[in-house]
Antibody, heavy 119, light 110 residues
């Protein structure tokens, strides 16, 4: 069974960078048939896909158009984890952030991290 | 951009009753990429159904999915107390790579 464990700060100042990490157990970030994503949820925007990384003989990334200029999702094969960086945050980026992934849709999810953007 | 519209917004039912949840896409979508999730308060969403009708690992057979084109349905044959939650449909298209969620249907105890 795949388990995803998130870590990272719950408070970020406006204009700074939001950084979260998701450690994978029970699967590999380098799996040739899985993908690993970040999704956020807020009352105003609902569930919103941000970006994903996956390996198919080489590494690929997909990003949502709404955050494409500010988001990076990176794998870390040495630690079997992946990360999210969201730059230049504003209060509108306040949300619960989830990592998710798997081989069929989003079959595994992290526990969620409430990230508040405030000075 | 494909929009997923779920109805009803809230469904009030009693345990043992049948629940029928609808997800309508603004344009025809690939069935292989339509999924359903369940979310309880304070928890992450849980995958129930993928590829329209395939139950995820460990999901009871009282949950079933159907549909094609623009209209998809999640059916819970007999509601158990633990089934009262919010349900989301989700679709994936590429290009551009886009994952879209519906706004959710809340199934509450009547």
């Amino acid at each position: 069974q795949v388990h995803l464990q998130q870590s990272g700060p719950g408070l970020v100042k406006p204009s700074q960078t939001l950084s979260l990490t998701c450690a994978i157990s029970g699967d590999s970030v380098s799996s040739n048939s899985a993908a690993w994503a970040w999704i956020r949820q807020s009352p105003s925007r609902g569930l919103e896909f941000l970006g994903r990384t996956y390996y198919r003989s080489k590494w690929y990334n997909d990003y949502a158009l709404s955050v494409k200029d500010r988001v990076t999702v990176n794998p870390d094969t040495s630690k079997n984890q992946f990360s999210l960086q969201l730059n230049s945050v504003t209060p509108e980026d306040t949300a619960v952030y989830y990592c998710a992934g798997g081989h069929s849709a989003f079959s595994a999810w992290g526990q969620g991290t409430l990230v508040t953007v405030s000075s | 951009e494909i929009v997923l519209m779920q109805s009803p917004g809230t469904l009030s039912l009693s345990p043992g009753e049948r629940a029928t949840l609808s997800c309508r896409a603004s344009q025809s979508v690939s069935s292989s990429l339509l999924a359903w999730y369940q979310q309880k308060p304070g928890q992450a969403p849980r995958l129930l159904i993928y590829g329209v009708s395939n139950r995820a690992t460990g999901i009871p057979d009282r949950f079933s999915g159907s549909g094609s084109g623009t209209d998809f349905t999640l059916t819970i044959s007999r509601l158990e107390p633990e089934d009262f939650a919010v349900y989301y449909c989700q679709h994936h298209v590429n290009p551009p790579p886009t994952w879209t969620f519906g706004q959710g249907t809340k199934v509450e105890i009547k």
